[in-house]
């Protein structure tokens, strides 16, 4: 009853015409089945195609709103941010510079002062006080 076929290397097991014919039975009967559940669901539901599509674009309007919403806050924060940091940057830079400028001023005429205050006491150590000569 259960016997296989050679042929050629291959092996092919036996299959009955009752055996076919169940399968393909049921796989009908289960596509009708899963057929009847849907068209009965989709007749329940009540809503019409027209009414559907009116909420679907009412959908995506409060969608695209709110989506614009959000980018317009979020482009405005992003905006100041930015303008934030290159103010920032921006009086770091003029601040640094004039620091710069301010110190060298304040250096060099330090450095006058005491360079002419150093000179002025070597220059006086230098030349020998008059002194009387004892004879």
């Known amino acids: 009853m259960f ?3 050679y ?14 014919l169940l399968a393909f039975a049921l796989a009908a009967v289960l596509a009708t089945a899963v057929g009847v559940s849907a068209w009965s669901f989709a007749r329940a539901s009540g809503a019409s195609p027209a009414q559907v599509a009116a909420l679907r674009h009412a959908a995506y309007e409060q969608g695209l709103q709110a989506g614009s919403r959000q ?8 905006a100041r941010t930015v303008a934030l940091a290159s103010g920032r940057k921006l009086g770091y830079r003029r601040g640094l510079k ?18 002419y205050t150093a000179g002025y006491a070597a220059g006086q150590a230098s030349v020998a006080a008059p002194t009387k000569k004892k004879h």
């Not at 620091?99 to 005429?109: D, E, S, T, Y």
Request: overall charge positive; proline content about 2%.
């Open 98 to 115: 004039a620091g710069f400028a301010r110190g060298k001023a304040v250096g060099i005429q330090l450095g006058r002062t005491l360079g």
């Open 3 to 5: 016997e296989t076929v």
């Open 71 to 78: 980018a317009t806050t979020s482009a405005v924060a992003h």
């Open 7 to 20: 042929r050629r290397g291959l092996v092919l097991p036996r299959v009955s015409a009752g055996g076919l």
